[in-house]
């Protein structure tokens, strides 16, 4: 094993020990996790740009490694400071279990298909559970989906791995079962549509650092998972590209409207980790059907992109007081500079040129371009050139929403007039993304260069759009400021107590989206009026609620009513036992004799 990798996995190791020897081993998070980023970093880069081929550790997963590495590098400072505010004995555990959580992702990336790598891949989903599970009552739904799910990849990659060990594989169309085994595993792991529903539920309840290593880490391995396969399993049959592809485009549209209609700050930012997953996984399956290098340049670059971005944004909400949208506001003058890293990272997430969001785009329109003409089905593909645009406007207008009514107008409740900027070990965290952020944007071939990606001129664009503002801001400064009060349509009447405008009557969190959902049948928007007294004003309360969240309430009620007959059969009866081994004895034997 890299030198590297086995002084990182003792940091990881060493810091789990502290915790459990000398309570306040908190402190030591900045050189334990942050040291075991850097170091995998660089092994990782030093594999994936020198194209190595050996095991454990060749290109591919020295990329994943990297990817990690990043996040740890910047996750690690920041939650030292996090931590801090915690109760001790809860640090602790959380001291304790996050170096074991990172150690399990790595090792994902380090073993062969087999028992090891399940091993593992369950090891890394207990401990995320047990993560959660921390957050009391109200990480309790969150937690159970995430486990759920993890239970329902575990299935099918143990389906896969089993079969991948028959010697004939080609016989009888089991490469159609494995295939479909590994697309079940990774795919829910990878928030596939409509395999997503567990990500909304799980992200925003856990703490801010571990969201960061959900969204930008550890979702990553159901996509290095899908991309190794081909490795595993041989060439994906036609049909797993297709459903790839169309699977993912339609999740990356209904994840974004339905991330409008989220009052929850980090709710939103869960479903545009959906949108992007299952764009990557469009641009997976598309590279399996046509080999596009444009496809698999857009694959490598966005997932480092979004794990830069969306760790820093996940960061940046630990600074918020609240996370209900509607009761936030003016945050970037009590947050000012957790307000620009997260500027910044709403700006690449948004996809806007020149940073590194854009050029994932830049290169899936490109890559659906150049589908071939004909009357094949792969012709099809140049319809996707219609989503991705579609999907770019929705990002663009969710971003605007989520900054604007979190960090501009005013405050909206009195929590968030108390919001507090966090110390210099959370700012040093942030900082540490943003500028691995901005580097992968204005420098991307110092990270694509082993695919040798064709480029738009990214710093000269970079700074003619620097030079660009910076004149409309010197030209807007050089202008006579007159300063009028806001027209209130003659609603303020000094006369009339409770005439004055407040706070309240900025745009509401989804009464800002409401005209754009409605153009989306699979949302119905409910509105519910109520008074707190006779001759009170009326309140309006919107609720959004879409067809699968029906359909899955409805399989869950089923699934709970299935198991409380399965219970019926503890009855506590030795004799039933008894005769249910025996039955099962039978069918054992009565398949191994066929």
């Known amino acids: 094993?890299?030198?590297?990798?086995?002084?990182?996995?003792?940091?990881?190791?060493?810091?789990?020990?502290?915790?459990?020897?000398?309570?306040?081993?908190?402190?030591?998070?900045?050189?334990?996790?942050?040291?075991?980023?850097?170091?995998?970093?660089?092994?990782?880069?030093?594999?994936?740009?020198?194209?190595?081929?050996?095991?454990?550790?060749?290109?591919?997963?020295?990329?994943?490694?990297?990817?990690?590495?990043?996040?740890?590098?910047?996750?690690?400072?920041?939650?030292?400071?996090?931590?801090?505010?915690?109760?001790?004995?809860?640090?602790?555990?959380?001291?304790?279990?996050?170096?074991?959580?990172?150690?399990?992702?790595?090792?994902?990336?380090?073993?062969?298909?087999?028992?090891?790598?399940?091993?593992?891949?369950?090891?890394?989903?207990?401990?995320?559970?047990?993560?959660?599970?921390?957050?009391?009552?109200?990480?309790?739904?969150?937690?159970?989906?995430?486990?759920?799910?993890?239970?329902?990849?575990?299935?099918?990659?143990?389906?896969?791995?089993?079969?991948?060990?028959?010697?004939?594989?080609?016989?009888?169309?089991?490469?159609?079962?494995v295939w479909a085994g590994l697309v079940l595993g990774f795919g829910t792991k990878a928030a596939l549509f409509p395999l997503h529903a567990w990500l909304p539920k799980a992200h925003p309840v856990a703490m801010s650092p571990l969201s960061a290593l959900l969204s930008g880490g550890m979702v990553k391995l159901g996509l290095y998972g899908l991309y190794r396969a081909q490795d595993w399993a041989g060439p994906p049959p036609e049909w797993v590209g297709w459903l790839l592809v169309a699977l993912g485009l339609a999740g990356a549209v209904y994840a974004l409207a339905r991330g409008l209609a989220e009052e929850d700050y980090k709710g939103v930012l869960a479903y545009s980790s959906v949108e992007n997953l299952n764009l990557l996984l469009a641009a997976l399956g598309a590279y399996f059907l046509l080999k596009s290098p444009f496809f698999l340049l857009a694959f490598f670059f966005q997932q480092a992109a979004h794990a830069l971005f969306k760790g820093l944004l996940f960061l940046g909400s630990g600074a918020l007081p609240v996370r209900e949208l509607s009761r936030l506001g003016g945050l970037h003058r009590l947050l000012p500079r957790t307000a620009a890293w997260s500027f910044l990272g709403a700006l690449a997430a948004a996809g806007l040129p020149p940073l590194a969001g854009f050029l994932f785009e830049w290169y899936l329109y490109q890559g659906f371009l150049a589908a071939p003409r004909g009357a094949g089905a792969s012709s099809l593909l140049v319809l996707g050139v219609g989503v991705v645009a579609l999907v770019g406007a929705l990002a663009a207008v969710s971003y605007v929403r989520l900054f604007g009514l979190a960090f501009l107008g005013q405050p909206r409740s009195t929590q968030a007039m108390t919001a507090r900027e966090m110390g210099g070990f959370g700012q040093l965290g942030l900082g540490v993304l943003a500028g691995l952020l901005l580097g992968l944007s204005l420098f991307p071939t110092a990270l694509l260069s082993p695919l040798k990606p064709p480029l738009y001129p990214v710093l000269p664009l970079f700074l003619a759009l620097m030079g660009l503002g910076g004149g409309l801001v010197y030209w807007v400064r050089r202008k006579p400021q007159r300063v009028y009060d806001p027209w209130d349509c003659g609603f303020h009447s000094p006369d009339l107590q409770g005439s004055a405008l407040t706070p309240q009557m900025q745009p509401h969190a989804l009464g800002y989206s409401e005209q754009l959902l409605r153009l989306f049948p699979f949302l119905e928007l409910k509105a519910h009026l109520s008074r707190e007294e006779m001759l009170a004003p009326p309140k309006v309360r919107l609720e959004v609620s879409d067809w699968l969240e029906v359909m899955e309430t409805r399989l869950t009620r089923g699934y709970t009513a299935l198991a409380h007959q399965v219970q019926r059969l503890q009855s506590g009866s030795l004799h039933l036992y008894l005769l249910l081994q025996f039955l099962t004895l039978l069918l054992v034997l009565g398949v191994v004799w066929r």
Do not use: C
């Open 1 to 177: 094993m890299n030198p590297l990798i086995e002084t990182a996995l003792i940091f990881l190791g060493m810091q789990s020990l502290l915790a459990l020897l000398r309570p306040p081993a908190t402190g030591f998070l900045p050189l334990s996790l942050g040291g075991s980023g850097l170091l995998l970093l660089l092994a990782g880069l030093g594999a994936w740009l020198a194209g190595a081929r050996g095991t454990p550790l060749d290109a591919a997963a020295g990329f994943y490694m990297a990817l990690l590495g990043a996040l740890y590098l910047g996750v690690g400072p920041y939650l030292r400071e996090y931590l801090s505010h915690h109760e001790p004995s809860r640090a602790r555990l959380e001291a304790f279990l996050l170096p074991l959580f990172a150690a399990a992702m790595v090792g994902v990336l380090l073993a062969p298909p087999g028992y090891a790598f399940l091993f593992l891949w369950e090891g890394m989903a207990l401990l995320g559970y047990l993560l959660m599970a921390l957050e009391g009552p109200d990480g309790l739904a969150g937690s159970r989906a995430f486990f759920l799910a993890s239970r329902l990849s575990g299935a099918g990659l143990f389906l896969a791995l089993i079969l991948l060990a028959h010697k004939g594989l080609r016989v009888g169309g089991l490469e159609h079962l």
